[in-house]
């Protein structure tokens, strides 16, 4: 840590804890969160600021995907520290003039908050002030239909996300609960799924001697898991 750098406590929810509640005014109008997201999953996530290069690209490629993701059964919200009027004036910007990778007049249809007072932000632990004391970090918090964090990134302001990884997390988040599974580095939905660890001697006996399962040791078993089956129960459940 270099000289002038503080070290100071910053509050923020973790995997497992109840998603943190506010209520914000948005471009999409007022929310209540996150009760209004009661039976869906949601991306809540932060950008430094409107007007910006890296969160322009960002919001262009996350709009270009919405469908994706509503069809995933999972809502994005974003997030900045800057006003109502700016968020407008920026998104008009975008569909307006902004072509980039082949995607033009992209309309973000989801809701941005504004947070000028960092309420929101401060709540999330999305202000990391060796960053930067008045942007938001690039945050994001996957959160399950009961209101839970399931899954927490963080990138730095220099730095703009994945969007195919954000779609692979929610994925993988949601088969895992459907089949009781775990899933190995790089998953994608096809690949083979972890079983975890046996409880005792006699499970992993069990497990060592079941056709469906490879176990590689009696750490280490596996199953097929087809694509069309994950799909099917992950994709347009409602
Ligand atoms: C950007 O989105 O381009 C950006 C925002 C804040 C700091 C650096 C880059």
Not at 168 to 193: K, N, S, Y
């Amino acid at each position: 840590m270099e000289e002038n750098q503080e070290q100071q406590v910053i509050n923020m929810p973790r995997i497992g804890d109840a998603a943190p509640e506010f209520k914000a005014v948005t471009t999409q109008g007022d929310i209540n969160f996150p009760a209004d997201y009661k039976g869906d999953w949601v991306i809540l996530f932060s950008h430094p600021a409107d007007f910006t290069p890296v969160c322009t690209s960002e919001f262009m490629t996350f709009a270009t995907m919405e469908d994706k993701f509503t069809e995933a059964n999972c809502k994005l919200v974003g997030l900045s520290i800057d006003g109502l009027y700016s968020h407008i004036a920026w998104l008009r910007t975008i569909k307006e003039k902004i072509e980039y990778k082949g995607m033009k007049d992209v309309e973000v249809n989801f809701p941005l908050i504004e947070d000028i007072k960092m309420d929101v932000a401060r709540k999330y632990g999305m202000i990391q002030p060796n960053e930067d004391t008045t942007k938001a970090v690039r945050a994001v918090f996957f959160i399950d239909p009961n209101g839970i964090i399931r899954a927490i990134i963080y990138y730095p302001l220099s730095l703009g996300r994945n969007f195919d990884e954000l779609y692979r997390v929610i994925i993988a988040l949601q088969a895992a609960d459907e089949f009781g599974v775990a899933t190995p580095a790089d998953w994608r939905p096809g690949d083979d799924v972890i079983i975890g660890p046996a409880g005792s001697c006699g499970d992993a006996k069990g497990r060592m001697e079941d056709s469906e399962i490879d176990c590689k040791d009696w750490f280490f078993c596996t199953k097929k898991l087809d694509k069309e089956t994950v799909l099917k129960r992950v994709l347009n459940k409602k």
